[in-house]
Nanobody, 124 residues
């Protein structure tokens, strides 16, 4: 039972990437889900979250105007569309699933299931 991320890679500043996160072994369609990231030497930080219905989304201020989270229940997959990437977006990106509500969804503690992470590297 796990979450599997894909879509990371090496891009140049200003480029776009779309990360995907799919469930393996069970469905996560009933859970709020989120993306977090962790850069070398830094703590894991919140990026974006989406309610289980997909009707409410939350974003970190640093990505608000550039990233978009969405989900496709038919594929049991959550996406993170990243645009206008910056070198400071370089990190390992993790998806997570768990029960949370409101601002609680911006913290890692409510999430019970985590993926293994996918590396995103943005060169200047």
């Amino acid at each position: 039972v796990q979450l599997v991320e894909s879509g990371g890679g090496l891009v140049q500043a200003g480029d776009s990437l779309r990360l995907s996160c799919a469930g393996s072994g069970r469905t996560f369609s009933g859970y709020p889900m989120a993306w977090f990231r962790q850069a070398p030497g830094k703590e894991r930080e919140f990026v974006a979250a989406i309610t289980w219905r997909g009707t409410i989304t939350y974003y970190a201020d640093s990505v608000q105007a550039r990233f978009s989270i969405s989900r496709d229940h038919s594929k049991d997959t959550v996406y993170l569309q990243m645009r206008s990437l910056k070198p400071e977006d370089t990190a390992v990106y993790y998806c997570a699933a768990g029960y949370c509500s409101g601002n609680e969804c911006k913290r890692p503690t409510p999430y019970d299931f985590w993926g293994q992470g996918t590396q995103v590297t943005v060169s200047s």
